[in-house]
Nanobody, 127 residues
Framework: QLQLVESGGGLVQPGGSLRLSCAAS????????LGWFRQVPGKEREGVSC????????YYSDSIKGRFSMSRDHAKNTVYLQMNNLKPEDTAVYYC????????????????????WGQGIQVTVSS
């Protein structure tokens, strides 16, 4: 069974940090570009960041640029999102997703391109 499972979410105060992890089972992430998305009730799912298959290319949305960092560990079949200086507006359900892609050095932040999705994990930033 192909699965992506997020972990590391929770409640944090403004200015704090969290690291989200997304582990794959049943398939290797080596053939996939990866993305992090987030969604709040009543709004569309928003692309946060993505990373290419070879890890060379990353993109970030303007709202989190300079605060979040995405990385991947091929050996652990896992992708990470380091979130620093968190703000209340970062509160959302965060999803990781995998996009099967032949090109090594590209990724996209368009949700419809993605083939597999995690179940989502809540991140709440509040004092």
């Amino acid at each position: 069974q192909l699965q992506l499972v997020e972990s590391g979410g929770g409640l944090v105060q403004p200015g704090g940090s969290l690291r989200l992890s997304c582990a794959a089972s049943g398939f290797t992430l080596d053939d996939y570009a990866l993305g992090w998305f987030r969604q709040v009730p009543g709004k569309e799912r928003e692309g946060v960041s993505c990373i290419s298959r070879n890890g060379v290319t990353t993109y970030y949305s303007d709202s989190i640029k300079g605060r979040f960092s995405m990385s991947r560990d091929h050996a652990k079949n896992t992708v990470y999102l380091q979130m620093n200086n968190l703000k209340p507006e970062d509160t959302a359900v965060y999803y990781c997703a995998a996009h099967r892609l032949t090109v090594q050095a590209m990724c996209y932040m368009t949700s419809r391109r993605y083939d597999y999705w995690g179940q989502g994990i809540q991140v709440t930033v509040s004092s």
